[in-house]
């Protein structure tokens, strides 16, 4: 069946059920009936009977013409989500689900939870007689714990000294653990029962109310459905239930896309616009009394205007219970693991530091007791050399602002702070250049190739810097900048554009592209080559011009490198992470990077985004290279080796591929190497020990099992992922 030329058509694909079993599916059956009502629209019905079949139904209504989709439940959303892709020009609506940021003509429609079960829970308080209510939830998710959440603020709001006791069964389909859970909380006294948990929860009330407790529904008027329009046992106990207005949605969404006006994202309904509340008292009307359905009318008003909030958050947590209670609610595991993969490395470090040290096999030749004091004070001293050569010396730094604020004298406090700075000065090109090599993971790309892009980076902006003359700072220093990110662009670009028409591996194509990059630097700035100094013995390029400097922030220091580079590394973790999680080239590239085929099936051009994401992160890459001329050293030497474009895949791993992992990663790193040329100085401790600190982390990284094992801590049951897209700051 085509659909009318003049009439716009809608199609219904149900949740596994019918338009006439009293769920969601016939709620947005009668929004679209009044649709059809009201406006000049065809409706196109598919009644799913197996999970199986969304996607084919989805499918075929769209072969059947319908430009407008709306699927029930967040169960259809994977399958909304893979074809919106493939039909740009349908308007796809789903009932309970948020569709993904990139998902342009997708919309769901998503519902005030909390404020329901808030209402739920103000009835319960002022119904209660032994002060004791019961919460019954299904699985453990996050419209479970906004109902569950929004009840028990709601039973406080309107009565204090009544406690909630809760039990889950861990299923929505499990009937006979929605009985247990309804006996186990009547034998603790609870006379009111709210249960969210499909159909474990509808068993719940019902054995609660033959039990003799009130009780509340959920998400429809349970009255029709599991009371059977008032004939099922237990009917009159039913006090109402926090229903979700389906139909008013529907009908709103629907009504908006036949008009042109329905946005992509989610629609949020809630008691402002008549999307959540409570269902009539039916049967209870006379046992709750008028003051009762006074005092409701009240708080949904309180609700409904704002006055009054559920202090229920967007994943079901309680914000009232303050910042402590918010973070007790995280899994921390992802921020444990590298905390203890550092803390696990510095404890092995130790040991090298003690085993290599002559003073402590010296002191073992006395006993046992003499060599463990002596390692004991060769590993302090290591490592305190290694925190103040990192973060300065607090009593420095103390006596350096007490000095200030006695004088006015800055020198003390910045030779005191001057460690900080130049950790933070070393961390910025680590920030530029884990990000670079965090975007090629992110599509499934190993760039190893930072190192070259670094260089051929320095290269284009020392160029432009010294051989512009007379330019404002303004126009000059952007110059230098772009060119140096232009350069490690082109230069990544390269490797991208041979795997993408080539399937040339990116790996050994960076790799001899380093090679290439460090020959043409040798030849343009050997003596008497294109870009030598001119008169200089050394192959070193001429110093660039002052109005290509970036700015320094202490100018009257010149010891203190630290300049804005650290603000443009800040602003580009800010920018990479927006470019991969807020916008559609983002989520291309990282469907291109879990999984290139389906990725290609949806769409996608695979080749484009290999080569736009080699692009990108050999821009960040020479912005790295970009810094050090411009920030740091002033002219490029022709042994331009930093070993950052190398320890960035290092960074990354530890990173995750996340931008604010990175970021963390590479002022790790950044403190190490700084705070090494100190500890090798003072504690002659070799320099290399900071290289065997960096191996051990990723390692245990790498393999988090080791860690989980030392520490004995719990697998997270999470989905197979590639090592380096978990970590620090992960989505």
């Not at 429609?109 to 004791?132: I, K, P, S, W, Y």
């Not at 007791?369 to 390692?375: F, N, R, T």
């Not at 002022?667 to 191996?695: N, T, Y």
Request: hydrophobic share 45%; with cysteine.
């Amino acid at each position: 069946m085509q659909a009318s030329p003049d009439k716009p058509r809608v199609g219904l694909v149900t949740d596994v059920g019918r338009v006439d079993d009293g769920t969601f599916n016939q709620h947005a059956y009668e929004g679209l009936k009044r649709c059809v009502e009201e406006q000049a629209i065809e409706l196109d019905v598919i009644q799913t009977e197996s999970q199986m079949d969304y996607e084919r139904n989805i499918h075929q209504t769209i072969e059947r013409g319908c430009s407008f989709v709306v699927t029930i439940g967040s169960r259809t959303g994977a399958a909304v989500e893979r074809l919106a892709m493939r039909y740009p020009a349908v308007q796809f609506i789903i009932v309970d689900h948020e569709p993904l940021p990139e998902s342009r003509n997708v919309t769901g429609l998503v519902f005030a939870e909390d404020q329901a079960g808030f209402l739920a829970g103000a009835l319960a308080g002022l119904v209660t007689e032994r002060g004791t209510v019961g919460f019954v939830g299904g699985m453990d998710v996050v419209p479970v714990r906004k109902f569950q959440k929004g009840f028990e603020h709601g039973v406080a709001f309107t009565n204090r000294r009544a406690s909630v006791v809760q039990e889950y069964t861990d299923s929505f389909t499990d009937r006979k653990a929605g009985e247990t859970a309804a006996g186990e909380l009547v034998g603790q006294e609870a006379d009111v029962v709210f249960a969210a948990g499909g159909l474990s929860g509808s068993a719940a009330i019902r054995s609660a109310a033959q039990q003799g407790a009130w009780v509340i529904g959920v998400d429809q008027d349970e009255w029709v459905t599991t009371f059977q329009d008032g004939e099922a046992p237990g009917a009159e106990r039913l006090l109402t239930s926090a229903v979700k207005r389906v139909d008013q949605a529907v009908y709103a969404a629907v009504i908006q896309a036949v008009q042109g006006r329905l946005q992509s994202g989610a629609l949020r309904f809630d008691l402002a616009n008549d999307g959540v509340g409570l269902a009539p008292y039916h049967l209870a009307d006379t046992a709750v009394p008028s003051e009762v359905r006074g005092k409701i009318l009240e708080v949904a008003e309180a609700l409904r205007t704002g006055r009054v909030r559920t202090q229920v958050g967007p994943q079901g947590e309680a914000l009232f219970g303050g910042f402590l209670q918010r973070l007790m609610a995280r899994n921390w595991q992802a921020t444990l693991m590298p905390i203890l993969a550092i803390f696990t490395a510095l404890v092995i470090g130790a040991i090298f530091i003690a085993a290599f040290d002559p003073e402590v096999w010296e002191a073992l030749g006395e006993g046992l007791g003499a060599g463990l004091s002596v390692s004991w004070r060769s590993i302090v001293q290591a490592y305190t050399n290694l925190f103040e050569g990192a973060f300065g010396s607090p009593s420095r730094i103390i006596e350096g602002i007490r000095i200030y604020s006695q004088t006015g004298e800055t020198a003390e406090l910045l030779r005191a702070i001057y460690p900080l700075t130049e950790s933070l000065r070393v961390a910025t090109p680590y920030i530029f250049a884990g990000l670079s090599v965090a975007l090629g993971f992110r599509c499934g790309l190993f760039n190893i190739g930072a190192e070259g892009q670094y260089f051929i980076g320095g290269l284009a902006s020392v160029f432009v810097g010294y051989s512009l003359k007379g330019l404002p700072w303004f126009i000059h220093l952007p110059l230098a900048l772009g060119a140096g990110m232009a350069g490690g662009a082109l230069w990544a670009a390269i490797a991208g554009f041979l795997k993408a028409k080539t399937g040339a591996h990116e790996v050994i194509n960076t790799i001899m592209l380093n090679y290439i990059a460090y020959r043409v630097a040798d030849y343009l700035l050997q003596v008497g080559g294109p870009m030598a100094r001119p008169g200089d013995s050394r192959p070193v390029s001429p110093e660039i011009e002052l109005s290509a400097y970036l700015p320094q922030f202490f100018p009257n220091n010149p010891s203190i490198r630290i300049n804005v580079g650290l603000f443009l590394a800040l602003v580009a973790v800010g920018v990479v992470y927006w470019l991969l999680f807020k916008t559609t080239l983002g989520f291309e590239i990282r469907a291109v990077g879990a999984n290139p085929r389906a990725a290609r099936t949806a769409g996608i051009s695979v080749a484009r985004n290999f080569v736009l994401a080699m692009a990108i992160s050999g821009a960040l890459a020479g912005m790295a290279g970009a810094h050090d001329i411009l920030g740091v050293i002033h002219y490029m030497p022709n042994a331009f080796f930093s070993g950052y474009g190398f320890d960035s895949i290092a960074l990354a791993l530890l990173g995750k591929s996340h931008p604010v992992g990175v970021l963390l990663s590479a002022l790790l790193f950044g403190f190490l190497r700084a705070g090494a040329q100190r500890m090798q100085g003072w504690a002659h401790v070799p320099i290399d020990i900071i290289s065997v600190l960096q191996g051990l982390i990723i390692i245990f990284i790498a393999a988090p099992e080791v860690i989980r094992f030392l520490y004995r801590l719990r697998a997270p049951e999470e989905a197979a992922e590639a090592v380096f897209t978990r970590g620090w700051g992960q989505v």
